[in-house]
C-alpha cells in the first residue's frame, strides 16, 4: 500500500467522530493514519479519549490569540509540524477563516448531522423534526469557505420515526455518522474522492452497485425493511 495519509483532527467537544476516525485508522490497511489532535477548547473531552489511544493531544485555545487569523494560523503550524496531509474537523466549533480554508482545500473534511444541503448550520436535529422530514442523517463534505457548503463526499442517511425526540434523532444520525466519517476519509485518503472545480469527482471504477449504494446510504437497507414492515402492518 502507498504511504498512509498523516491526518490531524480538529474537535472541541465529546470527540466520538474523533474516535471513530482513530478506530477506523488503528487498522493498518486503512489508507489514513492520524498524527494528532488539536482542541480549541482546554476541557474537551475528546482530548482524553484521543491520549488513552496513544494519539497526540493539543490545546490550541481560542482566548489565547487576539483574532481569528491569529488562531488559524497557529493550528496551521501545529498541522504543518504533524506534517499533515489531510485535517478532518470532528465536531469543531469555530468557523475557519477563508485564508486557512483555502490552504487545505481539497484535503479539509468535515463531518455535518443533516443530509445537506438541508439544514446547514446548528440544532439540526430539532429543526429536521420541526420540518416534518421523515429521512434524516448526516454528510461528510470538503469544507468551502461556505459554512456546511462544500462538496460533499458520503452520506449517511436515517428514518425519522413517529415520536423522536431531538435527543432520540440525534443519537440515531451519529451512529450513521460513525459509519460514514472513516468512510469520507477513506476516499478522500485514497484519492477516490476529490475535490474538483467545486465539486466531488470520484473514482470508483469497478466498485460493485452494492459498495456505490453504500457511499450514499449505509443506513437505507434497514428502513427498505422497516418499509416492508410497515407496508404489511394493517391496523
Ligand atoms: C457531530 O454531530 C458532528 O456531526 C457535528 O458535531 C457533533 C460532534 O460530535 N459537527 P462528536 O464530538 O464527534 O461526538
Not at 481560542?62 to 496531509?85: E, N, P, T, V
Not at 440515531?172 to 477516490?192: D, I, N, S
Request: charged fraction near 20%.
Amino acid at each position: 500500500m502507498s504511504q498512509r495519509k498523516k491526518t490531524g483532527i480538529l474537535i472541541s467537544g465529546r470527540g466520538s467522530n474523533m474516535a471513530a476516525l482513530i478506530e477506523a485508522a488503528s487498522d493498518k490497511g486503512f489508507p489514513a493514519e492520524i498524527a494528532g489532535i488539536i482542541s480549541d477548547q482546554p476541557d474537551a473531552p475528546g482530548l482524553a479519549v484521543a491520549a488513552a489511544r496513544g494519539i497526540a493531544v493539543q490545546v490550541i485555545a481560542r482566548g489565547d490569540f487576539a483574532d481569528r487569523q491569529g488562531h488559524d494560523a497557529a493550528i496551521d503550524a501545529a498541522l504543518k509540524a504533524l506534517s499533515a496531509d489531510i485535517v478532518a474537523l470532528a465536531g469543531y466549533m469555530r468557523v475557519l477563516t477563508t485564508p486557512f480554508v483555502e490552504k487545505w482545500q481539497g484535503r479539509l473534511i468535515n463531518i455535518h448531522p443533516a443530509l445537506l444541503p438541508a439544514f446547514k448550520g446548528l440544532d439540526t436535529h430539532r429543526r429536521a423534526l420541526e420540518a416534518g422530514a421523515r429521512i434524516h442523517g448526516c454528510t461528510a463534505h470538503f469544507v468551502t469557505p461556505e459554512v456546511d457548503g462544500g462538496p460533499i463526499i458520503a452520506q449517511g442517511a436515517v428514518p425519522v420515526l413517529a415520536g423522536d425526540i431531538a435527543e432520540v434523532l440525534a443519537a440515531r444520525v451519529l451512529k450513521a455518522e460513525h459509519q460514514v466519517y472513516p468512510l469520507a476519509l477513506r476516499l478522500v485518503a485514497e484519492g477516490r474522492a476529490r475535490m474538483e472545480n467545486g465539486r466531488t469527482v470520484f473514482d470508483l471504477a469497478g466498485a460493485s452497485e452494492r459498495a456505490n449504494s453504500a457511499l450514499v446510504a449505509p443506513d437505507l437497507r434497514p428502513l427498505a425493511e422497516n418499509l416492508e414492515d410497515l407496508a404489511r402492518f394493517t391496523p
